[in-house]
């Protein structure tokens, strides 16, 4: 059973970075893509970021250049990288394991001055 628990969200001004991390238990970890989906208020949720078991990663095109995703294997975590960060940023923010069909409960981001 893979469980994943997203931390690191928070309150930003424009132009500021967050690091989201999301740390997964069970065995598949490593085996497994991950992506990052957002949610806003009243909006469908969307792929933000995916990294591939062996670090090849892509990119939604409204964070191309601002986000980046990382991943260490041995710590079964997964990073979110956020800079230049804009209003429209905001959201809540999930990861998901597509081999095990799980997702984490989502940390919230908001992007304000």
């Known amino acids: 059973q893979v469980q994943l628990v997203e931390s690191g969200g928070g309150l930003v001004q424009p132009g500021g970075s967050l690091r989201l991390s999301c740390a997964a238990s069970?065995?598949?970890?490593?085996?497994?893509?991950m992506d990052w989906y957002r949610q806003a208020p009243g909006k469908e949720r969307e792929l933000v970021a995916s990294?591939?078991?062996?670090?090849?990663?892509n990119f939604a095109d409204s964070v191309k250049g601002r986000f980046t995703v990382s991943r260490d294997n041995a710590k079964k975590t997964v990073y979110l990288q956020m800079n230049s960060l804009k209003p429209e940023d905001t959201a809540r923010y999930y990861c998901?394991?597509?081999?095990?069909?799980?997702w984490g409960q989502g940390t919230q981001v908001t992007v304000s001055s």
């Open positions: 990294i591939t078991p062996v670090g090849s990663t």
């Open positions: 998901y394991s597509p081999f095990g069909r799980v």
């Open positions: 069970g065995s598949i970890f490593s085996i497994s893509a």
